[in-house]
């Protein structure tokens, strides 16, 4: 994600109108992955490139929300969101490609005939509340299921399963392909197979004789308390199918944790803000300060000071290892009181005469305060 610019227009990729429906959308991605498939396009360097600018343009749009979101907000609005595309961290665009299109990917996201299923990632937004407490989400997802008409062998159950006669059973093909340094010979994927040598004699009606089709899941994913921002969740062999028996990928589920307005996290602490006005803060006075279960009170003591820390221990976040909550850490914004009435103003003002040294001096100087500040922002 550290992509200096942002990627480019969904449906601007894809070459489609804003209003283009579902099925246009889902004809064009595959229009254009055929074009972008190196054994077609074997002098485009750039073709992987382009099939994830399609592959991510895609899941953008074949997504209705996500798809509203790219509308009202963009990109940025997208990732704001919390979302991210699949397809950089885990391989699936071999495990899409394959959905589409059956058979191994050019991407090298799967090898012939061998094959455990490819690994899939969501991303998960939950509040700081439900970070602290840990929390049970329902997820749906895209992937690739074992067909369940043909148990996944990809012929019409009860007809039988021949050697293919496009490789005579190698699972393979010899192909030349024209290159700047002349003509080269590679071994590529049987395309009537999918490496697998046999095939069926009639193909099953429900997957096309893939044995694997793609499909939306839904599950529950247990989230830890005190789970932070960025983690991910892995949920081992809830990925892809495999093929034929091979095991499933794994589910990564990164979790996103909404910013609260309240609360700023620093590993298992929380801070906030209070407001005390300059009067309470120098007469002191207990006060309710928000914590993430509602309020707890704090005792200002008489003459405390802008910028003052106060620690409440046990109403931080609960430690993913031991459950033991952090602090929340309360700094206090002293107030100075604007637009005072006459009366305000006098009593300020014949408060002020009374003020002695002894009332003003402070244990650090203005200068080595300012120095501590400026040192913590770094920091
Ligand atoms: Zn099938
Ligand atoms: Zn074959």
Avoid: W
């Amino acid at each position: 994600m550290s992509r200096a610019s942002l990627p480019r227009d969904p449906y601007e990729v894809l070459g489609l109108a804003r209003d283009a429906s579902e099925q246009e959308v889902k004809k064009s991605f595959r229009r254009l992955a055929r074009e972008l498939h190196p054994d077609v396009n074997a002098h485009d360097p750039q073709a992987e490139e382009k099939f994830k600018e399609a592959a991510e343009a895609y899941e953008i749009l074949s997504d209705p929300q996500r798809r509203a979101t790219y509308d009202r907000y963009g990109h940025e609005g997208l990732r704001s969101g919390g979302y991210a595309p699949n397809f950089d961290a885990f391989g699936s665009i071999g495990d899409l490609f394959d959905a589409f299109f059956g058979g191994s990917s050019p991407f090298g996201g799967r090898s012939a005939g061998s094959a455990q299923g490819g690994d899939v990632a969501v991303a998960l937004e939950i509040d700081l509340r439900q970070a602290a407490r840990g929390t049970n989400e329902e997820i749906a997802y895209e992937a690739v299921d074992r067909c369940e008409h043909c148990h996944g062998n990809g012929a019409e159950p009860g007809t039988p399963i021949e050697t293919c006669a496009r490789c005579g059973g190698a699972g393979q093909l010899q192909v030349v392909t024209r290159t700047p340094f002349g003509q080269m010979m590679r071994t590529v994927v049987c395309d009537t197979c999918h490496g697998d040598g046999r095939t069926a004699k009639q193909p099953c009606g429900e997957c096309r004789g893939r044995g694997r089709r793609a499909g939306k899941r839904t599950l529950t994913v247990d989230v830890p308390a005190g789970i932070a921002d960025g983690q991910r969740i892995r949920l081992s062999g809830k990925g892809h199918a495999g093929e034929a028996g091979a095991p499933a990928g794994d589910l990564y589920v990164l979790v996103r944790v909404r910013a609260d307005e309240r609360f700023v996290r620093e590993g298992d602490d929380l801070i906030t803000a209070l407001d005390v006005s300059a009067p309470l803060a120098a007469v002191g006075a207990t006060l309710d300060v928000p914590t993430l279960d509602g309020t707890t009170s704090i005792r200002i003591t008489p003459g405390t000071q802008p910028g003052e820390v106060l620690t409440v221990r046990g109403h931080g976040m609960p430690s993913l290892r031991n459950g033991k909550r952090g602090s929340l850490r309360v700094i206090v914004n002293v107030v100075v009181p604007r637009r005072l009435s006459s009366e305000q103003r006098e009593l300020f003002e014949r408060l002020h005469d009374t003020l002695t040294d002894e009332n003003l001096r402070t244990e650090e100087s203005m200068l080595s305060k300012l120095r501590r500040a400026l040192r913590h922002q770094a920091a």
